[in-house]
């Protein structure tokens, strides 16, 4: 490691990402935005190299350990070169980035063998492999436990077969995490491996999936006689619910799902556009409107600091921690996005101009149901922090202790009858 690369204090650092950024990335233009959808091939080439850029020096897995390619700083750290740098271009890989090195990143480090991250990571960091998640089914959403993806043992080998659905970016992504059931002879959380494995591994299929907002960045996946190895395990075999569990600590944690990465400081600055644009900015409605979803961004990103700190600071870190800012943005999103078509009015629904800026209050509208849903349900989350931080009853459940095989069966004999 070079002297570049020692620990340091939060301003020092601060101090140099904010020379190395001003030299080395491309200023914000008013109409540019993070848009995550429609990414291209090109794109993600371009993506890339800036991630490579960031890599080489310093600023990339910046809380990572600077074993496998990071910097082994702080979260203060980091966040003190978002906030240096959200004025400028940095690499955009979409949602496939967002998993990459939120999610996946967190849990490989978790789970993963110092040899598995000693040959990954560094190429995860640098931007040379994206990853994905082959996670929840068709049968199997928020009931997470309840996959049907088999894994056959064979010799020292492993035989693949199922399907995947709603795998963020794996239409992008080079590698992904995988979670299959390797024994069906134990309840649905004993019996769960996590394997790695190349997206253009042999027998498998990605699938786009068309949204409501026209963009396809879901993708469902079909295993077809996919053939792995124990070098391919994350975790140990039947132990894949603890693996589960970390993924959705970081999962629920991840920007992606409402834990803004800067402070709200500006009286919602896309709100405000939006009512000059439309000439509504003195309307005392309106006001009211940028004022409440000002209020909500800056509560959500407190708490999101909050609970991260928390998460942090646990030996074993609580899902139903996690579950806090994932609730806080599952019930805010649709609420933020109503205000903007409120103060936007026909603007947000017909206009000329096809800028992202002007078609993203319609798109947000579109896709704000999305957040409480995806990783878990809103419901989910509730039920989570009622049971493990509030201590109230669990929800009776006929499944939990049975083996797998027999739920299925039942399921299958079931009349729908009670005696």
């Not at 980091?78 to 890989?93: G, H, K, S, V, Y």
């Not at 253009?200 to 469902?220: M, P």
Request: net charge negative; hydrophobic share 40%.
């Amino acid at each position: 490691m070079t002297e570049t690369f020692a620990t340091i204090d939060v301003n020092t650092f601060r101090a140099q990402a904010r020379e190395w950024i001003r030299a080395n990335l491309e200023p914000r233009s008013a109409n540019q935005n993070d848009d995550h959808h429609d990414l291209t091939t090109e794109d993600i080439s371009v993506a890339r190299r800036l991630q490579r850029k960031l890599f080489d020096a310093g600023f990339a897995g910046i809380t990572y350990p600077a074993a496998y390619g990071g910097r082994d700083l702080t979260a203060a750290h980091e966040q003190a070169f978002n906030e240096e740098a959200a004025d400028f271009l940095t690499p955009n890989f979409g949602a496939a980035g967002i998993v990459t090195f939120g999610p996946i990143g967190r849990s490989l480090i978790a789970h993963a063998t110092p040899e598995f991250l000693r040959r990954r990571m560094p190429r995860l960091l640098s931007g040379e492999e994206l990853w994905c998640q082959f996670y929840s089914e068709p049968e199997a959403g928020s009931d997470l436990a309840g996959v049907r993806t088999r894994a056959t043992r064979d010799g020292d080998q492993w035989i693949l077969n199922g399907s995947k659905i709603w795998s963020s970016g794996a239409h992008l992504a080079d590698w992904a995490m995988c979670l299959a059931r390797t024994d069906w002879d134990v309840p649905k959380h004993r019996g769960l491996t996590w394997f790695a494995l190349p997206t253009d591994t042999k027998g498998v299929t990605v699938r786009q999936i068309k949204q409501i907002n026209g963009n396809a960045e879901f993708c469902e996946e079909f295993l077809d006689d996919v053939v792995v190895t124990d070098a391919d395990l994350i975790g140990e075999v039947n132990r894949g619910w603890t693996v589960t569990q970390t993924m959705l600590v970081h999962e629920r944690a991840t920007a992606e799902h409402g834990r803004l990465v800067i402070e709200p400081r500006d009286l919602a600055p896309d709100l405000v556009a939006l009512a000059r644009r439309v000439g509504r900015l003195t309307d005392p409605l309106v006001r009211q409107a940028i004022a409440r979803a000002h209020t909500n961004d800056f509560a959500q990103f407190h708490l999101g600091r909050a609970m991260a700190d928390r998460l942090r600071a646990q030996a074993e870190p609580d899902h139903a921690v996690a579950a806090y800012p994932k609730l806080a943005v599952g019930t805010y999103k649709p609420v933020r996005a109503r205000l903007a078509l409120e103060i936007g009015g026909s603007a947000t629904i017909a206009f000329d101009d096809g800028s992202a800026i002007a078609r993203q209050p319609m798109l947000d509208y579109l896709e704000c149901r999305v957040q409480s849903i995806a990783a878990g349900t809103n419901e989910m989350q509730r039920n989570g922090i009622g049971e493990r931080i509030l201590g109230l009853p669990r929800e009776p459940s006929f499944d939990t202790t049975k083996p797998f095989n027999d739920v299925l069966r039942q399921s299958r004999e079931w009349s729908g009858k009670v005696n």
